[in-house]
């Protein structure tokens, strides 16, 4: 990935490669005061740059985005996904990302065929596939930093995780009838269910694998850079035997979230989470400014076109995909409460609110642009693709048009809808920390009875864990005054003050001379776990 990359940039690549590195940093800065999603200022700052006079043309290879980028994003989002909120949103989930997807390509395949100038319909449908899929990426972090309820967040993520299988699949039977010069409806199918079944069944058969090899390590760099790779142990594999890799990493990666935390310790889950966090966060900066710098090379092949004629198309193009989500997303909410009453019973009709505010996460990102630029240069006559250059300079405008219009205006579309969090998640966490302690306790007692604590030392614990208890349990209690959190939190706040007087301590005892390095980071290490059990 690294070598296509330089490759990409040219004869000064290292301060090309610095230069967007230190620009990305800094845009990355600049989100959380601006309060903006980072993956849309990384995109417009990679519009910006792409201008700038010196800053080489960038040309970046499909590979780098569909095998080096995408597998452990992909396998990240769903290692960290509730498999038991995706079954209870499977309808909601699969309406979207299966339904919505087939519609959007034919949708956007109808409307640009009779639109755009000599585009046939091989290139029109291959357009549709391309920008069906979502990126949730941007939605969600503004969705969890409004405080919205979790299903709406489980709703919008299962929809990202599942319509990229989904749609690359319907893709490359597009690409596969253009190529070919022939289409039958029988064949693709076909092909779309072998697609999607073959991926499934590679990606179980590589999460029972791993979880095999992790069950007999104890080694947590080994286990941690086992569980860095997983997402490309599935998509290799996958994309190699004609499978959906896409499919594959989702089925391996929700198969390794549940088996995980059975086959690990403490150490391992601790390193394995910082890892995959700076991992993700790296290769999305990374992608998103890579997406922006691709407008200018774009535009250069389609100097031929007017530029009234490319931004009138793109604009068409980018509000075709909104708009068939938002014509799609009311009856697909309504109609099956109307049509069975089962479903209404145990889901009844949700306010207005709800589906108008899903319709408007419909932001295209990285794997639109990816499936665009591996759009073959040829066909098997040996003839170029017809109107390669113009699907992937369409694919941009919807990708710039829906993450700038849509994810700027999402804040305020959620404001004004009035969707608040429900507290379901807050009760769960509360619900969990009071059975952990009641079994902590349980065991407690069990020990002191077999002798093995002392009752002085056991009274200490039973204290502690019993406040914990107390502490949660108030949360469910309307007529609690909030005296046992706030003495939760004063006590939080006085052992914040200690551990930091403990390692200015530290900090002094090392520059000083009398412990060393390694001593001074163990003892830190042990102050910063202790510290991060407390929420305040």
Excluded at 14 to 19: C, D, K, M, T
Excluded at 151 to 176: H, K, M, P, Q
Excluded at 184 to 193: E, K
Aim: charged content about 20%; glycine content about 8%.
């Amino acid at each position: 990935m690294a070598a296509s990359l330089t490759a990409a940039f040219g004869a000064h690549d290292e301060l090309v490669l610095l230069a967007l590195l230190a620009a990305a940093g800094g845009l990355v800065a600049l989100a959380q005061p601006l309060r903006i999603p980072y993956p849309i200022l990384l995109v417009l700052g990679g519009l910006v740059l792409g201008f700038v006079p010196g800053v080489p043309r960038l040309a970046l290879p499909p590979d780098v985005v569909l095998v080096g980028f995408l597998p452990p994003l992909l396998y990240a989002a769903t290692f960290f996904t509730s498999l038991r909120d995706l079954r209870a949103n499977l309808r909601p989930i699969g309406l979207l990302a299966i339904g919505l997807v087939i519609t959007t390509t034919v949708g956007v395949a109808v409307i640009a065929h009779a639109a755009i100038d000599d585009l046939g319909w091989g290139p029109s449908f291959v357009l549709g596939a391309v920008v069906s899929p979502t990126d949730a990426i941007a939605a969600t972090a503004i969705a969890r930093r409004l405080g919205v309820p979790r299903r709406f967040v489980t709703i919008v993520e299962g929809e990202s995780l599942v319509n990229d299988g989904v749609a690359l699949v319907v893709y490359r039977v597009a690409i596969a009838a253009v190529v070919s010069g022939t289409f039958s409806l029988w064949d693709a199918g076909l092909r779309f269910v072998a697609n999607a079944v073959g991926g499934i069944a590679v990606g179980f058969v590589v999460g029972f694998l791993v979880a095999a090899v992790r069950r007999r390590l104890h080694n947590p760099p080994v286990e941690t850079t086992i569980s860095l790779l997983t997402g490309y142990f599935a998509y290799l594999p996958a994309q190699a035997v004609g499978a959906s890799g896409v499919l594959a990493v989702v089925t391996a990666g929700i198969y390794m979230g549940r088996r995980t935390p059975e086959l690990t310790n403490a150490e391992q889950r601790l390193q394995g989470a910082a890892a995959w966090e700076i991992l993700t966060f790296v290769l999305n900066s990374l992608l998103f400014m890579l997406v922006g710098l691709q407008l200018h090379a774009i535009l250069d092949r389609l100097s031929s076109v007017s530029v009234a004629h490319l931004a009138a198309w793109g604009a068409l193009t980018a509000a075709s995909v909104a708009a068939i989500r938002l014509i799609w997303i009311y009856p697909a909410t309504y109609l099956p409460r109307f049509l069975f009453p089962r479903i209404r019973a145990r889901d009844p009709y949700p306010p207005l609110s709800w589906p108008t505010a899903i319709g408007w996460t419909g932001m295209r990102g990285a794997v639109s642009l990816a499936a665009a630029l591996a759009v073959p240069l040829t066909v098997r006559s040996r003839a170029p693709f017809p109107h390669r250059d113009l699907i992937v300079f369409l694919t941009f405008c919807v990708i710039l048009g829906t993450l700038v219009v849509q994810g700027l205006s999402l804040p305020m579309v959620i404001r004004v809808l009035h969707l608040e969090d429900d507290g379901v998640e807050a009760k769960e966490e509360a619900k969990a920390r009071i059975k952990a302690a009641e079994a902590a306790i349980v065991r407690l007692e069990e020990l002191v009875t077999e002798g093995g604590v002392r009752e002085d030392t056991a009274e200490r614990v039973r204290g502690a864990y019993n406040f914990r208890s107390r502490r949660f349990r108030a949360r469910f209690d309307d007529a609690d005054d909030g005296s046992i959190e706030e003495r939760s939190l004063a006590y939080q706040r006085l052992m914040r003050d200690l551990f930091e007087a403990e390692r200015r301590e530290l900090v002094r005892l090392r520059g000083e001379g009398y412990i060393n390095d390694d001593v001074m980071n163990r003892v830190l290490r042990d102050l910063d776990l202790e510290d991060s059990r407390f929420d305040a």
